[in-house]
């Protein structure tokens, strides 16, 4: 017998296009529609206690877990590039509270904290991805680069916060040569990390002969490239995540009329809370 509260159900409150139009997508990962948007279902009370969980927050698997719940044309959101996923922690924040949010912000000028409203759809029409459809060409290469994975970020996410801990551990070492053997090896893990990111945000390198696709390959060369060709790359990535992330919003503190720039944080507790 059928439920017959089943037509109750949640439906989809919005439907949206991906940033990424679907690309960058592993073959399976994405059910995409003829138009190209996906239905975004809002939240449920179990997702919106995933999104408080601390467990589940720190391995990643909240956001998994809440995606595969508002969007399940998304089937592994583990493969979800990075340009995606502030977009998608948008439309399901709209999906289930609206487009509007509450921010609270501290003016650097004169420290008064006051509460603003925020239009999410103007924070997800920021959002560019142009940049990784364009090449990076120094001398006779061309880099083509593309977007970290949901899953490269959150590895490198927890790396990051372990390595954190490792380095407030260092304070409490007396025997200076100890630690200063410890942040050595600290930083060459950090550096390690950062160069695994760098090449794993490189889709290709063409030469005047050939397309190098290879992880290895690339990882090699970025290790024995000299500085400047390596600084030109670093700074391209760098400034692909900055355009394709959500922005810092402009705000006038009510209190002494400065204007200054908010930045704002999409973690689940926040954001969803």
């Not at 959101?77 to 609270?104: F, K, M, Y």
């Amino acid at each position: 017998m059928s439920n017959p509260l089943k037509q109750y159900f949640r439906r989809p409150a919005i439907y949206f296009t991906l940033p990424s139009k679907g690309k960058f997508y592993p073959e399976g990962a994405l059910e995409i529609t003829e138009t190209g948007e996906l239905p975004v279902y809002p939240m449920t009370a179990i997702d919106e206690i995933t999104s408080k969980t601390p467990d589940a927050l720190y391995n990643g698997t909240a956001i998994i877990d809440i995606i595969k719940s508002c969007i399940p044309a998304i089937k592994d959101p583990w493969s979800v590039p990075s340009i995606d996923v502030d977009a998608i922690l948008i439309v399901i924040r709209t999906a289930t509270h609206g487009n509007q949010i509450e921010l609270n912000s501290q003016c650097p000028k004169c420290d008064n904290v006051s509460e603003y409203i925020m239009d999410l759809m103007n924070l997800l029409a920021a959002i560019q991805t142009d940049g990784f459809y364009e090449d990076l060409e120094l001398g006779e290469l061309k880099i083509q680069f593309k977007p970290l994975s949901y899953r490269d970020i959150n590895r490198g996410n927890i790396t990051q916060f372990e390595m954190q801990r490792e380095i407030a551990a260092l304070e409490k070492i007396e025997d200076t040569t100890e630690k200063a053997n410890q942040s050595t090896a600290l930083m060459k893990k950090l550096n390690l990390l950062n160069m695994e990111f760098l090449a794993s945000s490189i889709k290709a390198i063409i030469t005047p002969n050939e397309e190098v696709t290879d992880y290895e390959f690339i990882h090699e060369f970025l290790l024995n490239c000299d500085a400047t060709t390596h600084e030109n790359i670093r700074n391209k990535i760098i400034e692909l995540r900055e355009t394709s992330s959500a922005k810092p919003q402009k705000l006038k503190c009510v209190n002494c009329s400065h204007e200054y720039e908010q930045a704002v944080a999409l973690n689940l507790s926040d954001f969803f809370g």
